[in-house]
């Protein structure tokens, strides 16, 4: 499975837009991106997946650069609620028999400060 | 829908000892995921069913980790006999193709080994 690598953390102000981002240089054209956020003390939470083109759902917004090689998660009005850590994962085909597995990295650690 | 339901939601218990923790995937959904979590190992995959049957268990620690999945209601991972570094949080996931294969957490088992 390609490998992903994101900053350890980051602090955003409240209200504000947070751009989380992560590079997967090494991801094949099957495999997509997909992001989870863990809330402290809760297990991780599905925001936001992509293939190709960016997304957008009533969470956040990814965007993929067109080589595919990095994205950005953005969280458009950052809230208190907002604060957790942020993984980024790139996951096989999901028609393939590992397209089930998700492997966690270290993830962004997100504090949103008033 | 209730979600996905772990129980205990703590345990706390002597090295050496049986520790059987439960996982009720969320109904319909054909996936079910065993993860542990550490301060140092981040977030593992430890087994994934897919219709009741083991598909990769290949980040089972040792042999005295198991894990069933009698029907499609219910799993159970059990450690025998428990050890101090076998503590950790253990999360239940569960998803289904119909869900875009997006997997949902349970609230966890908090495992303390003294």
């Known amino acids: 499975d390609a490998k992903t690598t994101q900053p350890p953390s980051m602090d955003c102000a409240e209200g504000r837009a947070a751009n989380l981002p992560c590079n997967h240089s090494?991801?094949?054209?099957?495999?997509?991106v997909y992001w989870y956020r863990q809330i402290h003390s809760q297990g991780p939470q599905y925001i936001i997946h992509g293939l190709k083109n960016n997304e957008t759902n009533e969470m956040a917004s990814l965007i993929i650069t067109e080589d595919r090689k990095s994205s950005t998660l953005i969280l458009p009005h950052a809230t208190l609620r907002d604060t957790a850590v942020y993984y980024c994962?790139?996951?096989?085909?999901?028609?393939?028999?590992?397209?089930?597995?998700?492997?966690f990295g270290g993830g962004t650690r997100v504090l949103v400060k008033p | 829908d209730a979600g996905v339901i772990q129980s205990p939601r703590h345990e706390v218990t002597e090295m050496g000892q049986e520790v059987t923790l439960r996982c009720k995937p969320i109904s319909g959904h054909n996936s079910l995921f065993w993860y542990r979590q550490t301060m140092m190992r981040g977030l593992e995959l430890l087994i994934y069913?897919?219709?009741?049957?083991?598909?990769?268990d290949s980040g089972m620690p040792e042999d005295r980790f198991s894990a069933k999945m009698p029907n499609a209601s219910f799993s159970t991972l059990k450690i025998q006999p428990s050890e101090p570094r076998d503590s950790a949080v253990y999360f239940c996931a569960s998803s289904s193709l119909e869900s875009g294969n997006e997997q949902f957490f349970g609230p966890g088992t908090r495992l303390t080994v003294l």
């Open positions: 994962i790139v996951r096989p085909s999901l028609f393939k028999a590992a397209g089930n597995k998700l492997t």
């Open positions: 069913f897919n219709n009741n049957v083991p598909i990769d």
């Open positions: 090494t991801i094949s054209g099957n495999e997509y």
